[in-house]
């Protein structure tokens, strides 16, 4: 699993300190996708076709088998993060039992199990061998701005608990 332990300066590119300023960040916040704009929306934030589709694909293939097959289909929103990320959420209001590859297992609202869902795909999509690097560092993005979100939201524990 992705994990940075490493806080850099981007101005710099070095290490913090710790001796600069606490400067409290905005909340990330999710905007739902227009139904007109979903087509080439995975597309835009990932620039590969393919690599989208393969993506997806997997997101769905993911929650059947993350949630013991509870799963058996339906529609899926598009979400784009303030910070730059997106992730899939399932509509509805239903629980799903996630079991995650390291033991771990939790009833899950719907967004929550989104979130692992897509946490473990994006994952997944830095390490697809035929990806050209760009593709995979876009993945790799997406998986850290979504990470970010995730320790905002209420589930955190659960989640991190879940993908680790």
Known sequence: MLYDTNHVDTASDTPFSGSEKFVPQK???ASLVEETDRLGFLFKMIGN???SIQF????Y???SKLSSHQYLGGYWDFLSLSNGGFYMRLQGDS??????????QYECSVETASIVVNLFALNWM?????LKKAYVEAFAAHYYHLKDFALE???VSLILDLIV
């Open 49 to 51: 076709d393919v690599a």
């Open 153 to 155: 939201h209420k589930d």
């Open 61 to 63: 293939s993911l929650m």
């Open 95 to 104: 629980t799903y039992t996630i079991t995650s590859p390291n033991g771990h």
């Open 56 to 59: 997806e694909s997997y997101v």
């Open 27 to 29: 909340a990330i916040t």
């Open 126 to 130: 830095t390490q697809h061998p035929s």
